[in-house]
């Protein structure tokens, strides 16, 4: 068979309808619509919604674990100490190793975003920017005697003479709580407080008294002293 010139011009033009209409098909994406593969992209929502919101809430507010949108907690935790506990987690503790260096499905890079994130969403307004709130890390260990002190002046009203919970607060003293939160956990809800849960911060709770960052570790020690050991 012999192909004639305009029969040949019509296969060509329908070789090239047939290829153009390819990228129409229902199995194409359209372009633009392309997901990237989750151990590539560094979008922030994204990154947050997969892998914080179920403990830190979806507005950041808090859920099983604390808040990240907290302007007193922001204030104390710098960047490092935030890509520190994303990345590595805190062993002994529910907060897993997100970076893939420490097991987790993250890059460097989407830990960065992550950090880069939470600090331009949530970072302190007007609330924190004024204040001097005792340091993230304690510089000494704390005395659990005089915390026993700090303890009744500071939180027997809310949690009971003996920790076990009063009319404004729950127990603190519970084994299982104890063994699921480390010390720096201890001392940052002292600090920062849980807004989520109604608990104050450093300064409110004796209204006119704020703690200083030694009553905050011999606080801490006190209840450290008490969480079951073995």
């Given at each position: ?16 309808l ?14 633009g619509?392309m ?9 922030f ?18 859920d ?6 907290d ?11 935030l890509?520190s506990?994303?990345g590595?987690?805190v ?5 897993p ?10 890059s460097d890079?989407?830990?960065d ?34 915390g026993?002190?700090?303890f009744?002046?500071?939180?027997s ?8 919970g009063?009319a ?5 003293v ?57």
């Amino acid at each position: 068979m012999i192909l004639r010139g305009p029969l040949i011009a019509a296969l060509l033009t329908a070789l090239a309808l047939l290829a153009a209409g390819c990228n129409a098909f229902p199995e194409q994406p359209l372009q633009g619509a392309m997901v990237l593969p989750p151990d590539t992209t560094t979008d922030f929502n994204v990154l947050y919604g997969v892998n914080c919101a179920g403990c830190h809430g979806a507005d950041g507010k808090g859920d099983a674990a604390r808040g990240l949108a907290d302007p007193v907690f922001l204030r104390i935790a710098d960047d490092t100490t935030l890509r520190s506990v994303t990345g590595s987690g805190v062993p002994g503790t529910a907060m897993p190793a997100f970076a893939k260096t420490s097991g987790g499905p993250l890059s460097d890079e989407q830990i960065d975003a992550l950090v880069r994130g939470v600090r331009a969403r949530w970072t302190a307004g007007g609330s924190a920017s004024d204040v001097n709130p005792p340091p993230y890390s304690a510089s000494t260990a704390g005395d659990p005697t005089r915390g026993g002190d700090a303890f009744a002046t500071f939180c027997s009203r809310c949690h009971g003479a003996d920790g076990r919970g009063g009319a404004g607060g729950s127990s603190i003293v519970d084994a299982s709580f104890l063994s699921l939160v480390s010390d720096q956990g201890l001392r940052t809800t002292v600090i920062a407080g849980r807004p989520d849960l109604g608990a104050p911060d450093w300064r409110n709770n004796m209204p006119g008294r704020p703690m200083s960052s030694d009553e905050v570790s011999d606080l801490v020690a006190w209840l450290a002293a008490k969480r079951p050991q073995g």
